[in-house]
C-alpha cells in the first residue's frame, strides 16, 4: 500500500512541473500589454509601456520569470495583482471557499443522483426503467447548466420565493444560510455530472449481476438485495471513482460560469475579470490554483482505485 501512496506521489512531480509551465505560458495567449491597461489609452506610449514593463519586470527572459516564478510558487508567493496591487494568494484564498462549496456540493448532487439511477437501471437491465433512466441521463448531460440555474431561480426564487435571493454566505457567518442557499446552485452543478457517473455506475451493476458469482450467491440463497449492495455496488465503486475524478474535472469548469448566474463571490468570477483586465500575475495564480486541486483529487482518486481493486497496485 505505501509503494502505491509513493508511486502516485512521484507522479505528482512532473504533472505539477508540466502544469506550471503551461500556466506560465498561458498568459502570452491574451493579446495586449499589461503595461498599456495599467496606463490607459491616455498615457500609453511606447517609451511609458516599456518603462512599465521594466518595473514589472517583463522584458527580462522568459526563462528567468519562469524560473523566479515556479520558485515563488513553491513558496506559496503567487505574485502581486496588478490591478488591485494585492497579494494573488491572499485574492484567491478570499475566493476559494466559494468555489470549493459550490464544486463539492455539485460533486455530492452528481453521486448520490448518479449512483441511485446507475443502481436503479442496472438492476433493471433492458427493461422499461433502465430505458427511461438511460433517456433521463441523456437529457440531464445535455441540458446547458447554466439554463438549468436561470430556470431554477425564475421558479424557486421568482415564482415560488421558497429559495434566498442572495445564494452565498459564508459559512463561518451563518451555516444554515450556507447551506439553504448552495442547494440550486449544487443541483444545477451536479445533474449534468450525475449522468456520466449514472452509466458507468448501470454498466458496472449490470456486468456484476450477470457474473458467475452472482449466480452462485443466487444458488446459494443469499438475497437479491445483498448481492447488489454488498458485491455488485463494491465493485461498481471502480469506475465510479474514476468518473468521479473526470466529473471534478467538469465541475470546476462548468462552477465558472455557475458562479456568475447564482452571484457566487468564486474564482472564476476573479478569474475572468483577471483576463478582462490583463492581470497576468492573478490569471496565473487563480489557474495554477485550480490545476492543483484537480490533480490532488485525483491522487486521492487514484490511491481509492488502489485500494479497492488489488490489481490496480504496482508490484
Not at 507522479?11 to 498561458?26: A, C, G, H, T, W
Not at 426564487?157 to 457567518?173: E, M, R
Amino acid at each position: 500500500m505505501l509503494k502505491l501512496i509513493g508511486t502516485r506521489l512521484l507522479l505528482v512531480v512532473p504533472q505539477l512541473l508540466i502544469v506550471s509551465i503551461l500556466v506560465f505560458l498561458l498568459v502570452y495567449l491574451i493579446p495586449g500589454s499589461a503595461a498599456a491597461m495599467i496606463l490607459g489609452e491616455a498615457g500609453s506610449n511606447p517609451e511609458a509601456i516599456a518603462q512599465v514593463e521594466a518595473q514589472l519586470g517583463l522584458d527580462r527572459p522568459f526563462v528567468v520569470r519562469l524560473v523566479e516564478w515556479m520558485g515563488a510558487a513553491l513558496q506559496g508567493d503567487l505574485g502581486t495583482s496588478l490591478q488591485s496591487g494585492r497579494p494573488v494568494a491572499d485574492l484567491v484564498a478570499e475566493r476559494i471557499p466559494a468555489t470549493l462549496s459550490l464544486v463539492a456540493g455539485g460533486l455530492l448532487v452528481a453521486i448520490v443522483l448518479g449512483l441511485s439511477l446507475g443502481v436503479l437501471a442496472g438492476t433493471h437491465a433492458r427493461r422499461p426503467v433502465d430505458r427511461a433512466v438511460t433517456g433521463l441521463s441523456s437529457l440531464m448531460q445535455s441540458v446547458p447548466e447554466f439554463w438549468l440555474g436561470l430556470l431554477m431561480i425564475l421558479v424557486f426564487v421568482i415564482q415560488l420565493g421558497i429559495a434566498p435571493v442572495v445564494a452565498w454566505v459564508p459559512p463561518q457567518q451563518d451555516a444554515g444560510a450556507w447551506l439553504q442557499g448552495l442547494i440550486l446552485p449544487a443541483l444545477a452543478l451536479g445533474v449534468g455530472a450525475s449522468a456520466l457517473i449514472t452509466r458507468q455506475t448501470r454498466v458496472a451493476v449490470t456486468s456484476a449481476l450477470e457474473s458467475r458469482y452472482a449466480d452462485t450467491l443466487t444458488a446459494a440463497g443469499v438475497p437479491r438485495r445483498r448481492i447488489v449492495w454488498v458485491y455488485a455496488l463494491k465493485n461498481a465503486m471502480v469506475p465510479v471513482l474514476a468518473s468521479s475524478a473526470l466529473a471534478v474535472s467538469i465541475l470546476f469548469g462548468t462552477s465558472l460560469v455557475m458562479e456568475r448566474v447564482f452571484s457566487f463571490p468564486g474564482m472564476g468570477t476573479m478569474l475572468l475579470n483577471a483576463v478582462l483586465a490583463k492581470d497576468f500575475p492573478l490569471v496565473q495564480g487563480t489557474v495554477l490554483v485550480i490545476c492543483v486541486i484537480i490533480i490532488a483529487v485525483n491522487l486521492v482518486v487514484d490511491i481509492g482505485y488502489g485500494l479497492i481493486n488489488p490489481k490496480a497496485r504496482p508490484q
